[in-house]
Structure formats: C-alpha cells, structure tokens
C-alpha cells in the first residue's frame, strides 16, 4: 500500500510539472512571436529620437512604463508597480509584484533608472560598470533591500537585467536589452522576462 502511494504520488508529480513546463513553453512562444512587433512601436515611437532631448521625467514616463507595459506589466495599478522614487539612493525606483490569492506577495523586477553612457557595458564579457553608472550593484542587490527575482537597471533604452543569483562583488549580467537596436534573437530572450512568463508558477495551472 505504501509502495502504491509512492508511485502515485511520483506519478502525480511528473504529470504536474509537465502541465507546468508545457504552459510554461505555450506561454513563452506566444509572447517570443508578438514581443519584437509590439516592442518596436516603442523603437519607432517619437520619443526615443528624441532621447537626449528628454528630461528625466519625460524618459521615465515615454520609454521606461511603455517598455515595461509590453512585457505585459501594469505601469498604471502602483500596487503592482510600486515607485520609490526619492527614497534612499539604494531602493529601486520600481518593484513589480504579483497579485496572488488578493495579496501583493511576489516580488519579480526591482527597476533603477540611472543615466549612465553605453560604455558601462560591455557586451562580449556580460560585464556592467556600476562605478562608472554612479552605482554600486552589491549595495543595490543587498539582500536586505533586495528581495526580487531580478534587478533592471535601465538609462531608457538600455535595460540591463541582474539575476537574484548575482554573485557579490561581480559585475556580470544575465541579460541586456537595447531598445535602439535589438535583433530576433533579443526580443526572444526578453520574452523570458515578460509577466506572464515570469509570473507562471506550478500553483497556477490548477487554480480554478
């Protein structure tokens, strides 16, 4: 008897996580074959021309909520997107959370704007100059402030993405976006950060 309940148990198991990684993949593919289109109406938008001539404000709310409202977050509901702007120079400026059961209990991006210059990055090493970007990213990633499952800083255009697995004292990053000029294969990646990718948990499949 106890050898059946076992087996049972095990069969159930893998048949969840199968449901989960096939909606996981569904979900993944339908947001892969949309993000590129919907992201260039931000690209090719009339502000990002504009860029140097954009006030803080202005790079916030024509790129920085746009950008994050076609990865399917809601910029406008601040109980999900949460400002902290002009709270201490540690706090992210945004933290997107997750409504589940009525309760804001998942933390998925923290979100900093920082006006750093291109060349804080480098590409081939998947390094971020924090210093250089007027930030230090084990201050900001700091488990007693951070609690998200990644960190996006972002200038407007780029938007760099730091896993909650960022080693101290390193200055790679997981992921980095650039809104001016991103191929296919970009927009694929950043559909691994869309809401509804990131915000499917195995919970899910069964709720009713």
Not at 68 to 85: A, K, P
């Amino acid at each position: 008897m106890v050898t059946f309940s076992v087996i049972l148990f095990l069969i159930v198991l893998l048949v969840s996580w199968f449901i989960f990684w096939f909606f996981k993949r569904l979900i993944y593919k339908l947001n892969r074959r949309v993000l590129a289109r919907n992201m260039a109406l931000v690209k090719n938008g009339p502000w990002l021309c504009k860029y140097d001539e954009l006030t803080e404000s202005q790079i916030r709310e024509k790129l920085i909520f746009p950008f994050f409202m076609v990865l399917g977050y809601n910029t406008y509901d601040m109980r999900e997107f949460q400002s902290y702007i002009n709270r201490a120079a540690f706090y992210p400026d945004y933290v997107v959370k997750k409504w589940d059961s009525s309760k804001l209990c998942k933390r998925a991006l923290s979100i900093k704007y920082l006006p750093f210059k291109d060349d804080v990055i480098n590409l081939e090493k998947k390094s971020f100059d924090d210093e250089a970007a007027g930030c230090n990213l084990d201050e900001l990633m700091d488990k007693l402030y951070f609690n998200s499952d990644y960190y996006v800083i972002t200038n407007g255009y780029l938007y760099v993405f730091f896993s909650k697995k960022h080693k101290k004292c390193s200055k790679n990053f997981e992921f980095c976006f650039n809104l001016k000029n991103y191929s296919k294969k970009d927009a694929a990646l950043l559909a691994y950060y869309t809401k509804q990718y990131l915000f499917l948990e195995i919970t899910d499949v069964y709720r009713g």
